[in-house]
Every structure is written in structure tokens, then in C-alpha cells.
């Protein structure tokens, strides 16, 4: 019971301090949508919206680094991070495109969507 309670703390925790970052940073936001609507699906092997959105991803990667980042989260692990994002999803859309297999359009996809997660972590620590 107790590990329960610490898990559900941590987890409110984490999602609490996700929403924040996602409030005070629209562009993560933004990137958010997109890897949500792409990810999930390829998880049941839906590759359909990555192959239609991947050059939407691109841009949403970009803008990461173009518009305005809340001050808080200029350091240079979250700038290296979205550089990472950036060229991950360049190379993502770039299989796409050459119509790669599946397989390995869902494993650049994988790559993208942890680089993602380690952006919002990073962000996360940057609010305790």
C-alpha cells in the first residue's frame, strides 16, 4: 500500500510539473501534439499518422529552438537535447520519405518520442 501511494505521488508529481512545462513553453506544447498523435498509434502498429505527419514533426522540432524558450529552460543540456530532437526527426522524416520499412520508421519514431521525454525531464528538474 505504501509503495502505491508513492507511486501515485510521483506520478502526480511528474505530471503536474509535465503540465507546467507545457503551460509556460508553448512550443513543447505544440511538439506534444504531434508525438502524441503519432506515437500511441505506431504502439498498435499504426504507422499511418507518422508517414502523414512527419514532416509536421520537423517543423514542430524546429520551432523548439526558434520561438521563445522560457528562461528557466535555457541551459545547455535542454538546448542539446533539442538539438538531438531536431536531427532525430529530420533522419524520421527523411525514412519516411524513402519509404523505409516500417520497422525502422517505428524505431526512429521510438528514438524521437525518448529524446522528447528527456527534453520534458530535463524540464522538470529546471522546476524543483
Known amino acids: ?10 506520478f502526480v508529481a511528474h505530471s503536474t510539473s509535465a503540465q507546467s512545462t507545457f503551460e509556460k ?5 505544440n511538439f506534444h501534439h504531434v508525438i ?3 506515437f500511441h498509434p505506431s504502439e498498435e502498429g499504426n504507422l499511418k499518422p ?3 505527419r512527419s514532416g509536421e514533426m520537423v517543423t514542430k522540432a ?3 529552438s526558434t520561438e521563445a524558450i522560457p528562461e528557466e529552460f535555457k541551459n545547455e543540456k535542454i538546448l542539446g537535447s533539442i538539438e538531438k530532437l531536431k536531427e532525430k526527426s529530420i533522419s524520421l522524416d527523411k525514412l519516411v520519405k524513402e519509404k ?3 520497422a525502422d520508421i517505428k524505431k526512429s ?5 525518448d529524446e522528447f521525454h528527456n527534453i520534458v525531464g530535463l524540464c522538470s528538474e529546471t522546476n524543483h
Open 1 to 10: 500500500m505504501k509503495t502505491l501511494i508513492i507511486l501515485m505521488f510521483f
Open 25 to 29: 513553453w508553448p512550443a513543447i506544447k
Open 62 to 64: 524546429k520551432a523548439l
Open 50 to 52: 507518422i508517414k502523414e
Open 100 to 102: 523505409a520499412s516500417d
Open 109 to 113: 519514431l521510438e528514438v524521437v518520442h
Open 36 to 38: 502524441s498523435q503519432t
